[in-house]
């Protein structure tokens, strides 16, 4: 079983950066697939970015934030990032990371088994 605990998340203007942290432990974290959804007020949570199991070679980005967003990955240190730039008030949400082993990328909620309780992110325009 594997926790994770996001943070990073705060107020930034447009145009800003974040970077966002997701610390997993328990579980062997190499093994997981990581992904990072993020939900805002009244909406239903959605994808963002993944990316693949062991290397990190694969990832994914939701089309609102390729150029932008970075996902990334650190075995030894059991961890996960999600760097933004150039932050739009529509990125405003709160971000999740989850982790799952049954796919080499995935891009839904219900793919992934373990969430994180989640960190807001408010850009102000």
């Known amino acids: 079983q594997v926790q994770l605990v996001e943070s990073g998340g705060g107020m930034v203007q447009a145009g800003g950066s974040l970077r966002l942290s997701c610390a997993a432990s328990?579980?062997?974290?190499?093994?997981?697939?990581m992904g990072w959804f993020r939900q805002a007020p009244g909406k239903e949570r959605e994808f963002v970015a993944a990316i693949s199991r062991i290397t990190g070679g694969q990832t994914s980005y939701t089309n609102s934030v390729k150029g932008r967003f970075t996902i990334s990955r650190n075995n030894a240190e059991k961890m996960v990032y999600l760097t933004m730039n150039s932050l739009k008030p529509e990125d405003t949400a709160v971000y999740y990371c989850?982790?799952?082993?049954?796919?080499?990328?995935?891009?839904?909620?219900?793919?992934?088994?373990?969430w994180g309780q989640g960190t807001q992110v408010t850009v102000s325009s």
């Open positions: 328990g579980g062997s974290f190499s093994t997981y697939g």
């Open positions: 989850a982790a799952e082993r049954t796919r080499v990328i995935a891009t839904m909620t219900h793919e992934y088994e373990y």
